[in-house]
Structures are given as C-alpha cells and as structure tokens.
C-alpha cells in the first residue's frame, strides 16, 4: 500500500524518527548522505560503518523514507512536512535532510526505475461457511459439538483477471496453463474466538489503510 508518498510497509521502520535528537548533528548528516546514497545504489557507501544502534535504525528510516519521497516525487517543503508529521522537529536537520535529498532525488529515481517492484496479489474472493465437530476429548459432554469456521482466501496473480466468475474457474481446471492456475487459495479453520479476533485484525487493518489513503503531500 503506498498513498501520499509514506510507504504503509514501512511504518513501522520510521518509528526510529522519534530519535533523531539524541543524534548529534554531525552524525546525522553522516547518516543522511549514506541513506541517500544507499537509496541511489551509490556503491560509493558500501564499506562506510555507522557507529551506534540509534544511527543504524534512523539509518534504515531515512533510506526507506528517500525511496518513498522520490517515488511521489516530493519537493523539498514536502519532505520536511513529512518528517516534521514523523517526529523530526529540528529545523536544521529538517533542513539538511530535504537539501540533501533534493540533489540527490534524480539518482534515486533512477534506481528505483531499475528496481523490479514489489507484486502482491489481489485479494478476489472470501469463501467460508460454519460447521459443527465433534469434541473429540470427551464426547460424552452435554455439548460436544463445537463450531468451527472454515474460511478461503483466493488470490489472484499477476496476469488473472479479477473480474472472473468462479464458474470460469472451474471450467478451467481442466485446461493446462489457464488463468485458474495462476490463483491461490488460503485455507483456515478458525474457532469461535479465533473467528472473532480475524475479523477485527481485517477492520483495524482497513481502519489504518484508510487513514493512510486520506493524507496528502502537503
């Protein structure tokens, strides 16, 4: 998922922003120009060493975040707007990063040009239905059914069509190298409770998506 220029998978890698002040300015600048030559495949920066584990992460957020901004093809005031929304309120380091960032952007591009994308697969279809079984530990219980849910995800891959009827699909099962062939099923069976905590994983998920979906570059 990618809205607004911030990369939904790398979230959790930009918590590292919330130190940037413990880096002294000078270290940060060492940091910035290896991120950015990093994110640019500057084989230049491959034996430099970073010396603590703060510089290390903010390292990784600041290599990831390039990518992104250069992907949207942000502008200096949108990239300090960026960072200031992930914790970096130091107007010189704020103002260091996009400088640098701004000469640096056109090799970024490039690279990211030459990097095959990331192809994840459409999510097309859920099936599931409720069944009962047999408490196998002491059937002799008032109750010994238990609900159990049976559910599928199918996916579809690059090339298929989203847009197929699951008749299509069965009809081409037969056939060799059909469209069929290039979708995945998920199966899972979920109790009750295990149903329960799925379902709100989904929403919280689609909550943040579409927080995510709703900023925009400023």
């Avoid at 690279?111 to 279809?125: R, W």
């Avoid at 047999?134 to 996916?155: C, E, Q």
């Avoid at 689609?206 to 995510?212: D, E, T, V, Y």
Wanted: with cysteine; hydrophobic share 45%.
């Amino acid at each position: 998922f990618d809205q607004g220029g911030i990369n939904f998978l790398t979230m959790d890698v930009y918590k590292a922003f919330g130190e940037v002040d413990g880096v002294s300015s000078e270290a940060f600048a060492s940091v910035c120009a290896l991120a950015l030559g990093v994110a640019a495949k500057d084989p230049r920066v491959a034996s430099v060493k970073l010396e603590t584990a703060a510089e290390r992460r903010l390292f990784a957020a600041l290599a990831a975040f390039a990518s992104d901004m250069a992907r949207a093809d942000a502008g200096p005031s949108q990239v300090k707007a960026q960072l200031e929304e992930l914790g970096v309120a130091d107007p010189g380091k704020l103002e260091a990063f996009a400088s640098a960032f701004d000469k640096a952007k056109p090799a970024v591009r490039l690279a990211l040009g030459e990097t095959p994308g990331v192809v994840l697969a459409n999510l097309v279809d859920v099936q599931w239905r409720l069944d009962y079984v047999v408490r196998a530990s002491d059937p002799a219980k008032s109750n010994p059914l238990v609900p159990v849910y049976y559910v599928k995800l199918i996916l579809a891959n690059k090339g298929d069509d989203p847009t197929r009827r699951k008749d299509d699909d069965k009809d081409d099962e037969r056939k060799p190298g059909s469209s069929s062939s290039r979708r995945q099923t998920i199966a899972m069976a979920l109790s009750v409770e295990q149903m329960h905590d799925f379902l709100l994983t989904v929403r919280d998920a689609n909550h943040q998506a579409n927080r995510l979906a709703g900023r925009k570059l400023r």
